[in-house]
């Protein structure tokens, strides 16, 4: 298929390049860092498998993150989507995108050809339910990996991917999540805030959002219901994880960040508020909770999220320019070059379980504790401990 047909992978694809505009000092302070004892000298090679909007997007900072990053495979179900994705990275990196239409794949198989294709780095995007899979074959071998959120669809998933992660960590690889407000420079001083007092001690994070409609690509009638069904995954809770878990888990982070980055202890159905989609409470130790609420509108959005502390209260607030994504690719091709690993694996895995948790209490109105939640994973895996960088 030539490149001059590019059509946009889904809607809000374009929209991205909102996320990609980084100063010059960005870049020069992400490429400062010289190669150390066990850093990646010369060319880093990067193959993404998942090339909607997020995925090619994510492509693009990780070659503006270094000066010799090379864009060399893409993966995709859709053949129309690796166009799409070669259009938009020819566009915005140039030279960068070092991609011939021979590693260009698509296919189930897609993502493993993209493996074989001798890459450094991989950013692993494709939809939720894909992605323990594609995880765990990245790791075996023997890439950095970028993954988006969340991690998966399910517990077990999610702690597949923690368990692969932990053994990319053990063997020096970096591991980076789409967990990005992780490095959005006025978020990261109100936590800092937080953790010298200024609130007083925690007692209540209030998570509270009314979400647009999800994108929806029309059926068209050359498409298997298969295909439909995978091209509007984001519509469907199997592929998706539902909406609680795919689009909450983000502010879920914030909150688990706001709070120490520690685990809930257990959580519980949030009664009287019958016209949210998903109400929940979680709970810790020392009495402090998180409360979770979540709606779904037909346009539009908004979101909230208010630390309460015996001192006062404060808004968690993004800083609204987009770098913060590019900032997170920075630091981790950083890492790569450097040889001082970034690690959010268990970021990643702590948020995704904390969102699945909160949607399955939700669906079934019945308290759920942390450790009933984990046990569901067969076999047994452990959650990851590493706080993350």
Known sequence: MPRSALQPGRPGTLARRDFL??????????TALPPALGGHAGTIRVGLIGCGGRGTGAAVQAALADPD??????????????VAAAGILERDVGRRFDCPD???????????????????????????????????EAVAAGCHVYCETPAATDVAGTLRVGAALERARAAGRSVASGLHA?????????????????????????????LDGPWRLPV???????????????????LSGGAFVERHV??????????GDREPVAAEPLRGSR????????????????????????????????????????????????RRYQATMDRFLAGIRSGRAMDDTALLVRGTLAAIMGRLVSASGRPLAWEALVAQATPPLQVPKSAGA
Not at 21 to 30: I, L, M, N, R, S
Not at 250 to 259: G, M, T, V
Not at 275 to 300: K, L, M, N, P, W
């Open 21 to 30: 505009q980084v100063t010059t000092g960005a870049v020069a302070a992400a």
């Open 69 to 82: 990053v090379r864009i060399v495979a893409l993966g995709d179900a859709f053949s129309d989507q690796l």
């Open 102 to 136: 021979g590693r260009m794949f698509s296919g189930p198989d897609a993502h493993r050809r993209v493996l074989e294709a001798g890459v450094d780095v991989v950013v692993v995007a494709a939809p939720p339910h894909l992605r323990p899979l594609h995880v765990e």
């Open 182 to 210: 992780r490095r959005d420079a006025s978020l990261v001083a109100a936590i800092d805030r937080l953790r010298t007092g200024a609130l007083g001690a925690p007692r209540r994070v209030e998570v509270q959002a009314v």
């Open 220 to 238: 068209q009638p050359q498409w298997t219901a298969a295909e439909a069904r995978l091209r509007n995954w984001i519509t469907d809770d199997a």
């Open 250 to 259: 983000h502010a879920l982070d914030r909150a688990l960040w706001a709070l």
């Open 275 to 322: 016209s949210a989609a998903c109400a929940v409470r979680y709970r810790f130790t020392d009495g402090v909770e998180i409360v979770a609420v979540q709606a779904v509108a037909g346009r539009g959005g908004t979101s909230r999220e208010t630390v309460v502390g015996s001192g006062g209260s404060c808004e968690l607030r993004l800083s609204g320019d987009g």
